[in-house]
């Protein structure tokens, strides 16, 4: 029997369909949200023609440890236009539901590459402080001066949730390179890490 690597946080096939759909439903009618669906911020950076898709979990410990790491080497292959990346968050836990709402709120207000980084950082360091409300969470972000506005969310979620079962993602952190017609999968810190430096 395949051991889980220690660097993964899993899912399974069952959990993560049923999961993922109770997410698009807390969002269609958890929140009152502005009407309108135009100028929806989407997680997709760069003119790269390879394609990056990054799934991470905010209450992932091994998705944080790496994200120091990740963040300087991506914001190099997004401004030499040698990728282009979307972010995909996969609460894998229940509290980064919350989190992967406010990330998109967050992105509505002011979306580029170098703000939705420093959101992202910001939502890894609420996490590590086990902020698990949205009350805690909107406050955190405020001293983080990073502002949020809420909209309907729905479409957005329903298009990266496609990405997870397009890419069959079912750990984090994972990473999935399209190159030269050909796709590639990449599980813990340390693969993805390798992988996207020989893309440099």
């Known amino acids: 029997m395949k051991q889980k690597p220690k660097n993964v946080h899993r899912l399974n096939d069952l ?24 100028n929806l911020p989407f997680p997709s950076y760069g003119a790269g023609k390879i394609i990056v898709r990054l ?19 991506l914001l190099k292959l997004v401004k030499s236009n040698k990728i282009s990346i979307a972010l995909v968050d996969t609460p894998i836990h229940k509290e980064s539901q919350i989190y992967a709402r ?7 207000k002011k979306n580029n590459f170098e703000y939705a980084l420093q959101v992202r950082s910001a939502l890894f360091e609420a996490a590590a402080s086990n902020i698990n409300n949205k009350e805690g969470l909107e406050i955190f972000l405020k001293n983080k001066n990073i502002d949020f506005s809420f909209f309907d969310a ?14 069959k993602v079912m750990g984090t ?14 599980v813990g810190g340390g693969e ?3 992988a996207l430096k020989e893309l440099q």
């Open 173 to 186: 952190p994972s990473c999935v390179i399209l190159k030269d017609g050909k796709s590639e999968k990449k």
């Open 55 to 73: 799934y991470t979990d905010y209450s992932c410990t091994p998705c944080r440890s790496v994200e120091p790491e990740l963040e300087p080497l």
């Open 192 to 194: 993805i890490l390798r």
């Open 15 to 38: 959990l993560s369909i049923i999961f993922f759909l109770f997410l698009l439903t807390s969002f269609a009618f958890g929140n009152t949200m502005q009407s309108g669906t135009d």
């Open 154 to 167: 729905v479409p957005v979620l329903k298009k990266l949730n496609y990405f997870l079962q397009d890419d």
């Open 102 to 108: 406010y990330f998109l709120y967050a992105l509505k």
